[in-house]
């Protein structure tokens, strides 16, 4: 970080200059703050290995419904396995300290998650879309089959509806917890990675 006053070059976590002891985070915006503490460069190089670990993660989906492993906790132990070893990679390459090495690493897992969120809805939109084409193509079958027997499920219909509302509650919610603590999940594996990137990278230094 450059001085404004006299152009010295300080550490990116520094509040005062070292040469001239102007304050730094003077008329300094939070967001500007944090602008300073990201490497783009660190992140993108991160950002290629949480992409290589992903395709690694991919190919052992073959072996997920044999191992008796859930499909879900391998997803999630997919992703904090690539936002933890793409911010180490961050946090190693280009981060001084641990609190850059967490930011860093907390900003590489944000765009892991929105990249990943793009790529679903996109895949929603598509899959969608061919959907609507089936589904107007088969409509005319569709609509005299469901003619012959609505009289026959309408009562039996109506009674599971009633039970089956609150099991689907609960369901939903729990769906959203596990969501949320997924989430969570990844964010911690990127600070985790970050702050220990910058540990090896010191060590390594005092070698």
Do not use: H, W
């Not at 961050?90 to 900003?107: M, Q, R, V």
């Not at 793009?118 to 959907?131: D, E, N, Q, W, Y």
């Not at 088969?138 to 003619?147: E, I, Q």
Request: proline share 2%.
């Amino acid at each position: 970080m450059n001085c404004p006053k006299c152009g010295f070059n300080n550490n990116t976590d520094a509040t005062f200059c070292k040469k001239c002891g102007y304050n730094l985070n003077e008329n300094k915006s939070k967001i500007n703050s944090f602008n300073d503490q990201i490497n783009i460069l660190a992140v993108s190089l991160g950002l290629i290995v949480s992409i290589i670990f992903l395709f690694i993660g991919a190919a052992g989906f073959i072996g997920v419904p044999n191992s008796g492993i859930p499909l879900a906790a391998y997803v999630v132990l997919v992703f904090f396995v690539v936002a933890f070893f793409g911010a180490l990679v961050t946090g190693f390459l280009g981060c001084e300290t641990s609190k850059d090495g967490i930011i860093n690493g907390l900003f590489l897992s944000l765009i892991i998650l929105i990249g990943t969120a793009f790529l679903l809805a996109v895949f929603a939109f598509i899959t969608s879309g061919i959907t609507a084409v089936i589904s107007s193509a088969f409509a005319p079958l569709a609509s005299s089959s469901s003619a012959l027997t609505a009289s026959t499920t309408a009562t039996t219909a109506s009674d599971v509806t009633t039970a089956a509302s609150s099991d689907g509650i609960l369901q939903l919610l729990l769906y959203i917890l596990e969501f949320i603590a997924s989430i969570a999940l990844v964010f911690v594996a990127g600070a985790l990675g970050g702050s220990f990137g910058v540990f090896i990278r010191k060590g390594i230094r005092n070698l």
